[in-house]
């Protein structure tokens, strides 16, 4: 993977701070400027679902105009909408100009994950590995970002730093991104709508398996903590998860699987169900922090494999698209997820609340299994 690429692919995942930190940037504000988090977490959903609205949209627009068009304008109008956030006080207002805010999301990661599959054809597993390991950084550093920027002024402060952080970012990958539309598909190709592929059919139904168990354990992380005494420590062990993904994800970039894709897919698919299985044992805050350390190793080269299989079996002219609808599947998995964990975690906090998690993923594995036939094996 050659540094320009490199370059590029760590500016991309940055330019997706304000995106990746918008439940909490959005939480904070909202409790900030209307003083109720009821209002603060109808606004973070009103912005998620007009995410999962606009993705797929956003998403086929990068083929068809080209990335770096794309990417401008809706970077512009998503700065216009955040602008309009810090300044919207009644509750009503700020649920709207949130979801607003949600339409405008630039696909950067549609767009970043698309260019690894045209420009490092040869190397894509470590290149989606690569981005893989940069997002969990993000994610890993992202919350203190915005707990540094709100404790030195406010929540207003930190949503307009981390705003601009994003679209600096993005200023620096875009000229290195496609200026034209991709190559065109073929007239008269069967099934040339994404998601009537058989395979995107396959990843969809996987992916929301996935995302439901995403959303539980942003809930149930905070309730173990809670429940164990310490809920203070609920940072500490989302952390200690991002950790393990990360260690994964390195892992996968020095030495990536000689397996067939499809079997590679399915094998850390099945490592994520079992490895969810320790989390319903720990009582204690250090047993679970050694539990969801190990759960995280197989994340990001999952999430990496699953990237590298759109790429196969799509094609360069498609693939951003299937990006963006798996973004929407993810969107709304969390959503559900999060709220079946919601009930579990005011009454168990820890133990078989975690259970939600590990038949979540466990459905998906027999979901891919008896579709496997439809991923492509390299």
């Excluded at 955040?82 to 999301?105: D, E, K, M, N, Y």
């Excluded at 592929?197 to 942003?218: D, E, K, Q, S």
């Excluded at 168990?348 to 991923?375: K, N």
């Amino acid at each position: 993977m050659n540094l320009r690429l490199l370059v590029v692919v760590i500016a991309m995942n940055l330019g997706q701070l304000p995106v990746a930190m918008r439940p909490l940037l959005v939480t904070l504000l909202g409790s900030h400027v209307t003083g109720s988090f009821a209002v603060a977490g109808l606004a973070g959903g009103a912005a998620a679902v007009g995410m999962a609205v606009t993705s797929p949209w956003w998403s086929r627009a990068l083929a068809r105009f080209g990335d770096r068009r794309v990417l401008t304008v809706s970077c512009a109008l998503f700065l216009v909408a955040q602008a309009a956030l810090i300044t919207a006080r009644a509750p009503a207002a700020f649920v709207g100009v949130a979801a607003l805010s949600g339409l405008c999301t630039p696909p950067a990661a549609s767009s970043v994950r698309a260019l690894l599959a045209r420009l490092a054809p040869g190397e894509r597993t470590r290149g989606y590995a690569v981005n893989a390991v940069a997002m969990e950084t993000v994610y890993i550093a992202g919350p203190l970002w915005v707990t540094a920027w709100t404790a030195l002024a406010d929540p207003v402060v930190a949503v307009l730093a981390t705003a601009a952080c994003g679209a600096l970012a993005l200023a620096v990958a875009v000229p290195s991104v496609a200026t034209g539309p991709h190559a065109p598909t073929p007239r008269g190709e069967p099934n040339t709508r994404p998601h009537a592929l058989p395979v995107v059919r396959t990843l969809a139904g996987t992916y929301l398996g996935y995302w439901i168990c995403m959303g539980a354990m942003w809930v149930l992380v905070p309730a173990f903590a809670q429940h164990s005494g310490q809920p203070g420590q609920a940072g500490v062990l989302v952390a200690i998860w991002s950790v393990g993904s990360l260690v994964g994800g390195l892992a996968l970039v020095v030495r990536p699987p000689r397996l067939p894709l499809r079997t590679t897919y399915l094998a850390l698919l099945a490592v994520l169900t079992l490895t969810s299985l320790p989390l319903a044992l720990p009582s204690g805050v250090t047993p679970m922090a050694v539990a969801i350390g190990g759960f995280g190793l197989a994340l990001s080269p999952w999430l990496a494999t699953g990237d590298q299989v759109v790429a196969a079996a799509v094609g360069e002219q498609r693939s951003a698209e299937v990006y963006g609808w798996l973004t929407t599947v993810g969107q709304l998995g969390g959503a559900l997820g999060s709220a079946l964990a919601g009930p579990l975690g005011d009454r168990h906090g820890g133990g078989p609340a975690f259970l939600l998690v590990t038949a979540a993923l466990a459905v998906a594995l027999v979901f891919a299994l008896t579709r496997r036939q439809t991923l492509p094996t390299r």
